[in-house]
């Protein structure tokens, strides 16, 4: 079912993960609106206008005849801002974020709405096995390897070509052992702004050595808009039966498990914080929902998973062709940055949707598998589409 790589055409392979530990608390009576009281705009480009690692950087903007605006930066290819009405039709940025290069670059948490790879979520103990060969990555989790690792794609400055007002295209090269993974491997990311308010992000990469990718999008979210409070009363359904439980590493245990009769029941709409503190090993382990749901049918036609903002009744919805979902509640964030807006990016204020394959996959053979070939393409598309619920 999950047959991912073929020679010589051009496949489908899923796509699109944290920060930091903070305290509990349980309250999810909502806080004011962003929008409420200030403006919904982009960052100046001359905050991103910078040199890091002698390449450039900027700010590139996407708007569509909708008149919703998406700006995003080469410097780990993130998505900075989303502007898309509210239910009185007021502009709402729904992204938490920096309005500089600096923030993102200097962020303790680095992840915001950043391309993640090579490999997006953990890897065990920073090893994998791949054609009766052990390759060491460093250990960035402990005792585990996150997102590509010591600097992976969400650190690096991509090459930028703004094709048109919709769409943005970045190419990287990420050269043979970078980050200890073997072959070169050539990344493209393609943003499209669709008139019907959708974000699309198609993915490609080719390699000249066997290797593994996973590559994910870790946009924080909050649909209230940033600095809009807490997410714990947003609305999510997620398509999926089924689950990967982790340990207490958030290595997944190897077992499908079944959402039924458990927190991790989104089958129905159901709001974020409503088990979210319920006494559940596996809520105790992600500290939260830190997990990867399997995804009932992957499609770019029908969504995978649906959020729901309560103030501003802004819906996003969610097409993928990845098998697995991460849905992760901002359990790590802890008020260490100041984001847009004068906010901060306190305890679960963004949620993130990550899209992409399972995590660990390069150590569990019964996953889908996330190994590339020289002559194959990967290659996978995922949306986030805006509208108002109905």
Known sequence: ?????????????PACLLTISACNNSNTKSTTNMTDSLEAKIPPASAFQKTIDGKKTDLYILKNSKGMEVAITNFGGRV??????DKNGKLTDVVEGFDSVEGYKNAPGPYYGAIIGRYGNRIAKGKFPLEGKEYSLFINNAPNTLHGGKVGFDSKVWDAKQIDST???????SKDMEEGYPGNLQAKVVYT???DNGLKIDYTATTDKTTIVNLTNHTYFNLNGANGGTILNHKAQIFADTYTPIDPTSIPTGIIAPVKGTPFDFTQPAVIG????DKDEQLTNGKGYDHNFVLT?????TPVATVVGDKSDIEMQIFTQEPGLQFYTGNF???DNAMKYGAKDNYRTAFAME????????NEPKFPSVVLKPGQVYKTTTEYKFSIAK
């Open 1 to 13: 079912m999950y047959k991912l790589f073929k020679p010589a055409l051009s496949i489908i392979l």
């Open 80 to 85: 900075v801002s989303i502007l898309v009405p």
């Open 167 to 173: 769409t943005l295209e970045l190419t990287y090269l």
């Open 193 to 195: 702004l669709t008139n």
């Open 274 to 277: 409503s088990r979210i503190n």
């Open 297 to 301: 049918k992957p499609s770019l036609d």
């Open 333 to 335: 964030m802890k008020g």
């Open 355 to 362: 899209t992409e394959h399972f995590p660990d996959s390069p």
